[in-house]
């Protein structure tokens, strides 16, 4: 596996994973007609807008997972379902942090993606509600916290 820096062919390939890996992801916490909004033109758009803080992990020519970055936030973080498993998420997740990450949000019921980041050493320092897809939902904030 290898990480690199997106550019503009991967945005396709990006997107068809982004889009497969939400579904799988938040199927339990979004309701279907929410998750069917978030297709693969949606993140094409997103990350077409933002390739400059989009890296990619790859393995044997194919995407099988990413990290999206604003400054030291990262805004999404997400493998294809059937990567799992593969350690490129670790790879990804330590990779943001080496380049300044230091905080991110989660859904409080995805409980799979909390357990991985609290393996890898990062801290809930918030709970609240915001509004997303059309009602308030809960959510923690996790910031990796060096020492």
Do not use: K
């Amino acid at each position: 596996m290898r990480l690199r820096d997106a550019v503009a062919a991967d945005v396709a390939a990006t997107a068809e994973v982004a889009a497969a890996s939400y579904r799988a992801a938040f199927a339990a916490i979004l309701d279907p007609e929410v998750l069917a909004r978030y297709d693969p033109a949606f993140f094409a758009a997103r990350f077409a807008a933002s390739l400059d803080r989009l890296r990619l992990a790859e393995r044997d020519g194919r995407i099988i997972g990413f990290c999206l970055v604003t400054e030291a936030h990262i805004d999404m973080i997400f493998v294809a379902p059937d990567a799992l498993g593969t350690g490129a998420g670790r790879a990804l997740l330590a990779d943001a942090q080496a380049h300044g990450a230091s905080s991110l949000e989660c859904f409080a019921a995805n409980a799979p993606a909390r357990h991985f980041y609290d393996r890898q050493g990062w801290r809930v320092t918030q709970a609240y509600t915001r509004f997303f897809a059309g009602r308030d939902r809960s959510f923690v904030r996790y910031e990796y916290l060096e020492g």
